[in-house]
T-cell receptor, first 116, second 113 residues
Framework: DVKVTQSSRYLVKRTGEKVFLECVQDMDHENMFWYRQDPGLGLRLIYFSYDVKMKEKGDIPEGYSVSREKKERFSLILESASTNQTSMYLC???????????????FGPGTRLTVT | AQSVTQPDIHITVSEGASLELRCNYSYGATPYLFWYVQSPGQGLQLLLKYFSGDTLVQGIKGFEAEFKRSQSSFNLRKPSVHWSDAAEYFCAVGENTGNQFYFGTGTSLTVIP
């Protein structure tokens, strides 16, 4: 079974702090994703990565950055947290561009971040 | 632009009743379609997926979905709902040229005894 783990289930940070959310997958997947989930808005893609050190902006990258130094790990960074970044953050991974079966995304349990 | 619409924000059904959750998509080419379920406080779990072939696909937990190209729809169905099916359900379309998914806003399902 694919396992995607996220470093924290719940996190409380203060405005202006630098925040790191970590995601690790154990299935040698090429692609990794960060989403935020808000009521009524569904899941919105922040960034994704299709290879080590490669990244692409999603729909809402403003205020976020990412890092992928190793294939299994994808970090989301909030350089200066703000209250409007209070949300549920979901990490996902997928196999890659090897074929149609590679598109399925596997999700971690999520990190609920509160910025006060 | 690609988009996914789930017209029903919230649905309530009685246990044992049938269920249909609607999903419409906008995508220029043949889409890759998915349904995910999210239990409270959890991540998303894949229920089923459609890439090609038979337009009626079977998934886990007794769910099925039908792809109708003419209606740009991929509705999720279950003949008899169980109380444990109460959750949030998300429809998604994946680009067939890349990796990006587009999610609907979700349908929250309540099951009453």
């Amino acid at each position: 079974d694919v396992k995607v783990t996220q470093s924290s289930r719940y996190l409380v940070k203060r405005t202006g702090e630098k925040v790191f959310l970590e995601c690790v997958q154990d299935m040698d997947h090429e692609n990794m994703f960060w989403y935020r989930q808000d009521p009524g808005l569904g899941l919105r893609l922040i960034y994704f990565s299709y290879d080590v050190k490669m990244k692409e902006k999603g729909d809402i990258p403003e205020g976020y950055s990412v890092s992928r130094e190793k294939k299994e790990r994808f970090s989301l960074i909030l350089e200066s947290a703000s209250t409007n970044q209070t949300s549920m953050y979901l990490c996902a991974s997928s196999l890659g561009l090897a074929g149609v079966g590679s598109y399925e995304q596997y999700f971690g349990p999520g990190t609920r971040l509160t910025v006060t | 632009a690609q988009s996914v619409t789930q017209p029903d924000i919230h649905i309530t059904v009685s246990e044992g009743a049938s269920l249909e959750l609607r999903c419409n998509y906008s995508y220029g080419a043949t889409p890759y379609l998915f349904w995910y379920v999210q239990s409270p406080g959890q991540g998303l779990q894949l229920l089923l997926k459609y890439f090609s072939g038979d337009t009626l696909v079977q998934g886990i937990k007794g769910f099925e979905a039908e792809f109708k190209r003419s209606q740009s729809s991929f509705n999720l169905r279950k003949p008899s709902v169980h109380w444990s099916d109460a959750a949030e359900y998300f429809c998604a379309v994946g680009e067939n040229t890349g990796n990006q998914f587009y999610f609907g806003t979700g349908t929250s399902l309540t099951v009453i005894p």
